[in-house]
């Protein structure tokens, strides 16, 4: 216990923040991109879903980029579309037909390699961090709006984007409130009749107007200790902002735990037993 709590005390004092969550991140503003599936057979997992500049025909890791939805796309919701939200509220879309003046988002499936997949990928919503919800979907003369992503109801197994292998489909996006908003989202397709996935990957969304992020660095301080050896700890830090727990063993190499979103009061996070490390060092940065 002496152990665990100077760790926790060390990362007290050596806690730090990133003032702007888009440091270092392509910013890709009115360009043509996709969400590309893509073959990476050399890893653990057989798929990476990384962000595509199609106008410069480059491809950047998901961490690394940043899918900007400017004031110009928030939009009125009107009668009669409550699937989208009530109507008279707000909805920053970004539309499924080119417009010059917002981003033109897809979904992309090309580069994939024929008669290795049994039939397309397809990128699963897994979970949503920030102030807004988050929907995608299709507009059809016929049909009207096929929804394919929603947080409204719930996410489950149906919040999904269905790909075909070289395909490339484009949907409209919407985002209901602004400031910063992370699609965690996974690949998955059936690779040999087994399987496959890419690795939970969060695609950061900055809605404006942004809001400003305090310089203050997050605080951790601990609950408590269970039996199993589990760490209770409390997250303190500016509310709407997604915080990275990390935890080390060496002060030298640190690893992410998880990431949460803070609220108005402390937010309590548990952290598994430490297994045969003899202390752990702890920090927590805002993304």
């Known amino acids: 216990m002496r152990l665990l709590a100077?760790?926790?005390?060390?990362?007290?004092?050596?806690?730090?923040?990133?003032g702007d969550p888009l440091e270092g991140r392509v910013r890709l503003v009115t360009e043509h991109a996709d969400l590309r599936v893509v073959w990476a057979p050399e890893g653990t997992n057989l798929f990476q879903l990384a962000v595509r500049d199609s106008d410069r025909r480059t491809n950047h890791p998901a961490t690394r980029a940043v899918l900007m939805v400017?004031?110009?796309?928030?939009?009125?919701?009107?009668?009669?579309?409550?699937?989208?939200?009530?109507?008279?509220?707000?909805l920053w879309i970004l539309p499924q037909s080119?417009?010059?003046?917002?981003?033109?988002?897809?979904?992309?499936?090309?580069?994939?390699?024929?008669?290795v997949l049994e039939q397309g990928p397809s990128i699963q919503l897994l979970r949503i961090e920030g102030p807004s919800h988050f929907m995608a979907w299709q507009s059809d003369a016929l049909e009207g709006i096929l929804v394919r992503m929603s947080t409204r109801d719930g996410i489950s197994e149906i919040d999904q984007l269905?790909?075909?292998?070289?395909?490339?489909a484009h949907f409209n996006w919407g985002f209901s409130s602004n400031g910063f908003v992370t699609a965690w989202m996974q690949v998955q397709a059936s690779v040999g009749g087994t399987n496959a996935w890419s690795p939970p990957t969060p695609i950061l969304f900055?809605?404006?107007?942004?809001?400003?992020?305090?310089?203050?660095?997050?605080?951790?301080?601990?609950?408590?200790?269970?039996?199993?050896?589990?760490?209770?700890?409390?997250?303190?830090?500016?509310?709407?902002?997604?915080?990275?727990?990390?935890?080390?063993?060496?002060?030298?190499?640190?690893?992410?735990v998880l990431d949460v979103t803070l609220g108005t009061t402390p937010t309590e996070v548990t952290l598994p037993p430490s297994g045969d490390a003899t202390a752990r060092f702890f920090r927590a940065r805002l993304r």
């Open 98 to 115: 080119q417009d010059p003046q917002n981003l033109y988002l897809g979904a992309s499936g090309e580069g994939l390699p024929a008669g």
């Open 6 to 18: 100077a760790g926790l005390l060390l990362c007290l004092l050596t806690g730090w923040v990133e």
């Open 162 to 168: 269905s790909l075909s292998v070289g395909g490339h």
């Open 70 to 90: 400017r004031e110009s796309a928030r939009n009125t919701i009107p009668e009669g579309f409550d699937v989208l939200g009530p109507a008279g509220s707000d």
């Open 206 to 256: 900055a809605v404006e107007p942004l809001p400003s992020i305090p310089w203050v660095a997050p605080r951790l301080s601990l609950s408590g200790v269970d039996s199993s050896g589990a760490i209770r700890l409390e997250v303190h830090g500016p509310s709407g902002a997604t915080c990275q727990v990390q935890q080390s063993t060496r002060l030298s190499i640190w690893e992410d």
